[in-house]
């Protein structure tokens, strides 16, 4: 893998490295990653904006900035009361977390436009990974915590103790920010194995897929897993996906005899400490009132209630958790969906328009593929192994995204616009109009 990063570096261009360069330290160095894909920016939209309104996709993103800086101007210059003690400057700082990638979707095309292009950067990607796993097993197993910071907090790896943070993170912040990308970088590592010819590279394929699928239980967020359960089948096919059902039901059924009486507690003590740090309180123990084993439905409520008082316009960024907090007399950071943060923040309409931009994006890409798959000229099956992949990559940040957000740690947010850019370029592929 090593070598073939290697080759790739010398044969690319300047803006081309930078790229591949920042998909592979953005996980571990986002601060430098950042600055390698502004200079890949500048490079791929210089003197090319008439370019940028050529496409429908850029429309909409165009119309839906425009529609967050006028809510923003509303919320700021208008000085709609608030019923708390709210600084309104929060909203405009608010945007950087949107317009600059909306620009980045359309500025990382060029270098996703083919799928040779984009299993160069599947394969920076998976490298870039490694780390990851590496120090979040490393602070699982032997207690090597942080934080650690470089360069005066430019690059910071929190690391902190499992006894803090119930799971597995790594550099992340929490749990499921780390569980994200892993379960996000995890098809990737799935298909590299299935398109990997030699028994040795088979096999280091099969060791990165071990130490994901254990870096992903030892998260200990739900996501990952369903991450982890949705790529199988997909990737690897029907008769792994049946063995791989089965074993969840074993694991499923043990959960449930753990809870029951038929179990002693010798056992059932045995069970417990068997499994991952903290792995049993993910599961209710009795099932009572729906919202209070599922809280993010009463989260949801109060969002929605919220949002239509002020549908057009929002309440501005970094607004939700003082809302919250003044209806519910408790702290949440943000409502568990990323439609209802837009939409809380910046009004219905860009939420709706971006949900139906990603929906359109999706679909048209999974159906060229699936169309591509079937025709007899499609000869190289690694190809759409890899493309497949793309998709079943970008399906769970999207399934994700819906019962939570990871979206405001800037690796997922970044790494969720480059999937976008590159499922935008398989379309423009077959089209051939790139």
């Avoid at 803006?15 to 920042?22: A, I, N, Q, V």
């Avoid at 902190?160 to 929490?174: A, C, H, K, S, V």
């Avoid at 993910?282 to 084993?293: A, C, D, R, V, Y």
């Avoid at 159906?367 to 992949?389: P, T």
Wanted: hydrophobic residues 50%.
């Amino acid at each position: 893998m090593i070598k073939n990063i290697e080759k790739i570096l010398n044969i690319e261009n300047h803006e081309k490295s930078s790229f591949y360069l920042g998909v592979f330290l953005l996980s571990t160095a986002p601060a430098i990653s950042v600055f390698l894909f502004i200079f890949a920016i500048i490079k791929s939209t210089n003197n090319k904006f008439s370019l940028f309104l050529k496409d429908n996709f850029n429309i909409v993103l165009l119309v839906v900035s425009i529609l967050m800086i006028t809510s923003c101007f509303f919320q700021y210059y208008l000085k709609i009361p608030y019923p708390i003690e709210f600084n309104n400057s929060s909203t405009w700082i608010g945007l950087i977390n949107w317009i600059p990638l909306f620009w980045c979707f359309w500025a990382f095309q060029p270098y996703l436009k083919s799928h040779i292009e984009r299993k160069k950067t599947i394969l920076f990607l998976i490298s870039g990974t490694i780390p990851i796993i590496i120090s979040g097993l490393a602070q699982y197993w032997f207690d090597v915590n942080g934080p650690w910071e470089l360069f005066n907090g430019i690059i910071v790896w929190y690391q902190r103790p499992i006894e803090i943070t119930d799971g597995l993170t790594g550099p992340f912040n929490n749990t499921n920010y780390a569980g994200a990308w892993l379960a996000m970088a995890w098809p990737f590592s799935l298909s590299i194995y299935k398109t990997e010819k030699t028994k040795k590279k088979k096999f280091i394929s099969l060791l990165i897929i071990i130490l994901f699928v254990i870096s992903i239980i030892f998260t200990n967020s739900r996501n990952s897993w369903i991450g982890l359960m949705l790529s199988i089948p997909i990737i690897m096919g029907r008769r792994i996906a049946i063995f791989t059902f089965l074993l969840v039901t074993i694991l499923l059924f043990i959960i449930f005899l753990t809870y029951s009486s038929l179990l002693s507690a010798d056992i059932k003590e045995f069970i417990f400490s068997n499994l991952p740090h903290n792995f049993m309180s993910n599961f209710p123990e009795e099932f009572t009132q729906l919202e209070n084993e599922f809280p993010r439905i009463g989260i949801w409520k109060t969002s929605i209630e919220f949002i239509f008082i002020r549908p057009l316009t929002g309440w501005g960024a970094a607004s939700f958790p003082l809302l919250y907090e003044l209806q519910n007399n408790n702290w949440i950071g943000h409502p568990h969906n990323l439609l209802l943060e837009i939409a809380f923040s910046y009004g219905i309409i860009p939420s709706l328009i971006l949900s139906f931009f990603v929906i359109s994006i999706f679909i048209k890409s999974t159906i060229i593929k699936l169309k591509k798959f079937k025709k007899s000229s499609f000869l190289n099956e690694s190809n759409y192994v890899f493309d497949k992949a793309w998709l079943c990559s970008t399906l769970f940040l999207i399934i994700a995204h819906l019962i939570d957000i990871q979206y405001f740690d800037l690796r997922i947010s970044i790494i969720s616009w480059i999937l976008l850019a590159g499922l935008r370029s398989m379309i423009l592929e077959e089209m051939n109009t790139i």
